[in-house]
């Protein structure tokens, strides 16, 4: 992992996200964030890769020609990822908590 270190996560996040959803917009809405964050994060993340990932175009974004795998790897990853949180909150959910007022 250590290709990742010089990686911005919040980029590869939003990259995924503007793939899944086709705009800058919807990708900003899913991530709280404002549509020119997202660009920014995108074009951080393909100057730091030295590759375009998408081309631009007015009615939102699609994936550059050969990167479509790039994209199902981050989708599977990101779901992973997903995945392994739900598993700590299931711990979580099994829990009781029981609290009571000093006498």
């Known amino acids: 992992m250590d290709n990742l270190s010089r990686i911005p996560l919040n980029g590869l996040r939003a990259a995924e996200a503007v793939h899944r959803l086709g705009?800058?917009?919807?990708?900003?809405?899913?991530?709280?964030?404002?549509?020119?964050?997202?660009?920014?994060?995108?074009?951080?993340?393909?100057?730091?890769?030295?590759?375009?990932?998408?081309?631009?175009?007015?009615?939102?974004?699609?994936?550059?020609?050969?990167?479509?795998?790039?994209?199902?790897?981050?989708?599977q990853g990101f779901d992973r990822l997903s995945a392994a949180v739900d598993l700590t909150r299931k711990d979580r959910q099994s829990m009781l908590t029981v609290s009571c007022a000093p006498i």
């Open 23 to 75: 705009s800058l917009a919807a990708a900003g809405r899913e991530l709280g964030v404002s549509p020119g964050a997202v660009s920014q994060q995108v074009a951080r993340l393909e100057e730091t890769l030295g590759l375009r990932l998408f081309i631009r175009r007015p009615g939102g974004m699609v994936a550059a020609e050969g990167k479509a795998d790039i994209f199902r790897l981050l989708g």
